[in-house]
């Protein structure tokens, strides 16, 4: 089949698929000619252009005088004399004087109430629309249907004991949460209200109220018999919905059939790290997806029990509140897009010197676009009640990047027509040079940031590659243990707690990346609210209900109050490399700690080059399963590359390893009817692009797996398209 020509406009040349897009989809409605788009995309890519190019030099530039100052002293390593080297660099820049942050417009999800945060590939508009819809959540389903009681439920027909301890666990949170003047809420017989009070009968026939009365603040029904109670504290709402006549509500004393909590506030749209996206008719997938859901009217078959029904976006909620007066909740999550980082360049747009235009300009200008439709509507109606779109910007090197940032969301608003920092900017602090600078990031971007958190999967992953010549990493799972990483998610808070986010926007925290484990879950995150960041990312609807419960538990408004004017760690504490000291590992140890690094890079990279799948729940050696995506395919491919590059491991027993591990992962996927196996020739690009991520990892720019993943992945397209024709 013969291929389109690229459509030429603006000095650009410009994918048939992509410019159609923009013109029949994107451009109408939105108040913006296409003249004056396809300049100002042309602007964007010939003006800064150059810029991206002088900053991804640098990178290279500080890479290769870090890795010469690390061969120099690699048996004579003193903290305090590579200290003043990075300074000397410029890697490490001067601290400037106090500020404070300034950004106005930001949503309330934002600014004030704090809670889980959902990350989701936007090309998958089910995916995309689940998390949208997961601003509320069942918390009866999610203790019932994962391992959050301790156990995982059995399969089969609903277990009435299991039904049981789910409920005296949810009664016993609520007793914690929104504790009675008296009593239990275990006893409860019945939920009315009476003159905007909420009174509970408990069984041995007493009245009483909650032992903070304001913490009741709205209800559905009629008062003496409600069908719902809603509660709030620290900001979060708490819906107990009552009917009698369900299977659940029929057997419980107070008619409870479920426990609803407000649970994703926020929701990052993602065409970064979590989606397969290497053209133009990719790009098309994840800007319609998210144009719909700016919009309102994107929607998703979905097939559940034998029936099929469209999945669109949820809609308010309406309760009546103690005074009488109408209250709406909101239904969605408030969602924000993530945009590429500098590195990639995309074949979609071709500019007048015959460039593939940056990839990261092209997503700011289109997913700005498509934000402008949601700004045309009523503030009730939209995603953003404030008039705001929120860009997040991933790896980012450095306040000179974090400043090219904002300098390209300043075009796209003159171009669009927005009024100055409409585009809030989220800056994720997963880069080494970015956390020993954040205070300086910050402050080029004091006027539009709205978001920093630590990914602590990428930093690792960076942290590795800048000290590839130091010497052999540690072992993975021991890197946790590591000071720097302690010093890293305590630094972030700090700083951004000195800088003003208090009360102004996020201060994040990383992925759970475990989503079958939930209980260890539960028991373990609720150290991020407690760290003082006001959101955390979850990986899924579940995980977001279940981790809602401890924005519920800890004050965190009050935490960041008591963390602020303190810094916790110093830029010693984050210049600590995590080299081994004892290098004394068995041949076990070391063949155990190959074998989990490849299975995680295959299991992720055979469904990424064969699939086109971003991201996935893929099994590690013990086959607990983990999200998997770039960042984490980072970690792993780097750590290999490190112990290639310093003799621990040699390249023949790496190789061997790599056809072992997929083998296994053959295994794994065998009941998948797309699955295309790996051994036994171990020729596949989907093998090959693994190994090269491996094999070449030292010398990919910062460690990335970008280039090599795109790279192969145009190639197993260009042979499905081959084989159509």
Not at 43 to 66: M, S, T, Y
Not at 237 to 250: D, F, K, M, Y
Not at 687 to 696: M, R, S, T
Request: aromatic residues 6%.
């Amino acid at each position: 089949m013969d291929r389109e020509p690229m459509v030429s406009v603006a000095a650009l040349s410009v994918e048939p698929a992509l410019y159609r897009f923009i013109q029949e989809e994107a451009l109408p409605s939105s108040g913006v000619t296409s003249a004056v788009f396809w300049q100002g995309l042309a602007d964007l890519i010939h003006d800064f252009g150059p810029r991206n190019r002088e900053l991804l030099q640098r990178r290279e530039d500080l890479q290769k005088a870090i890795d010469a100052w690390h061969r120099e002293h690699r048996n004579e390593f003193a903290p305090s004399s590579y200290r003043a080297f990075l300074e000397e660099l410029g890697y490490i820049e001067p601290e400037g004087p106090d500020f404070q942050i300034d950004t106005l417009g930001v949503d309330v999800e934002v600014v004030a109430v704090p809670g889980p945060q959902l990350v989701v590939p936007v090309t998958n508009a089910r995916y995309a629309l689940n998390a949208a819809n997961a601003r509320w959540g069942s918390l009866y389903d999610a203790f019932y249907g994962t391992d959050a009681l301790g156990d995982a439920p059995v399969p089969g027909p609903y277990d009435a004991a299991r039904g049981e301890r789910v409920i005296a666990r949810v009664r016993a949170l609520l007793d914690d949460i929104f504790p009675l003047d008296q009593g239990s809420h275990a006893n409860a017989t019945a939920y009315a209200v009476d003159s905007g009070h909420l009174r509970v009968a408990l069984s041995d026939q007493r009245v009483v109220g909650l032992a903070d009365a304001t913490q009741f603040v709205g209800c559905c029904g009629e008062g003496g018999s409600p069908s719902s109670i809603l509660l709030r504290r620290y900001g979060l709402h708490v819906e107990l919905r009552i009917e009698r006549t369900h299977a659940v509500g029929s057997s419980d004393p107070a008619g409870i059939a479920d426990v609803l909590l407000e649970s994703a506030l926020t929701a990052i749209m993602d065409c970064e790290d979590s989606v397969a996206t290497v053209d133009a008719e990719d790009k098309v997938l994840a800007y319609r997806n998210w144009l719909g859901l700016m919009r309102g009217d994107l929607t998703a078959e979905v097939t559940s029990r034998n029936r099929s029904f469209a999945r669109r976006l949820a809609a308010d909620r309406i309760y009546t509140a103690p005074d009488g007066s109408a209250l709406r909740l909101r239904g969605r999550a408030l969602m924000l897009v993530r945009n590429v980082g500098l590195l990639m360049t995309t074949p979609a747009v071709i500019d007048r010197d015959g460039n593939e235009a940056p990839e990261g300009m092209l997503d700011a200008m289109i997913t700005a676009l498509a934000g402008m439709h949601d700004l045309s509507k009523p503030p009730v109606d939209r995603n953003s009640p404030e008039g705001s779109i929120y860009i997040v910007k991933p790896k980012l090197h450095g306040p000179a990047e974090v400043s090219l940032a904002v300098d390209c969301l300043a075009h796209v608003e003159r171009v669009l027509g927005l009024p100055a920092h409409t585009i809030k900017l989220g800056v994720m602090d997963e880069e080494r040079r970015t956390t020993l600078n954040l205070k300086e990031c910050l402050r080029v971007a004091k006027s539009r940031v709205a978001f920093i958190n630590t990914g602590f999967l990428d930093r690792t992953g960076d942290e590795i590659h800048t000290s590839m010549e130091a010497g052999p990493m540690v072992r993975k799972n021991e890197m946790k243990l590591e000071r720097w990483i302690a010093a890293y998610e305590d630094w972030n808070v700090d700083i951004g707690l000195e800088c003003g986010l208090h009360g102004r926007g996020q201060i994040g925290k990383g992925m759970w990346a475990a989503p079958d484990l939930m209980a260890k879950m539960l028991a373990e995150k609720i150290g991020h609210p407690r760290a003082g960041a006001n959101c955390a990312w979850v990986p899924s609807p579940t995980a977001a209900t279940l981790h809602a419960t401890h924005y519920l538990q800890v004050d965190v408004r009050s935490r960041q109050l008591e963390l602020a004017g303190t810094r916790r760690e110093s830029v010693d504490d984050l210049l600590e490399i995590p080299v081994s000291r004892d290098r004394d590992w068995s041949k076990d140890e070391i063949r155990a700690e190959l074998r989990n690094n490849a299975q995680g890079i295959l299991g992720y990279v055979v469904r990424w080059i064969d699939q086109g799948v971003g991201c996935s729940k893929v099994p590690d050696i013990h086959d607990v399963a983990l999200m998997e995506d770039r960042a984490t395919c980072r970690i792993s491919s780097q750590h290999i590359a490190n112990w290639l590059h310093h003799d621990v491991v040699d390249a023949e027993t790496v190789r061997a390893v790599m056809e072992e591990m997929a083998v296994t992962v053959d295994k794994q996927n065998a009941a998948d009817p797309s699955y295309i196996p790996m051994a036994p020739a171990f020729d596949g690009l989907a093998f090959k692009a693994a190994c090269a991520l491996v094999f070449d990892g030292a010398a990919q720019p910062s460690g990335y797996t970008e280039p090599t993943l795109h790279e192969y992945r145009l190639q197993r397209k260009a042979e499905i398209e081959a084989a159509r024709h």
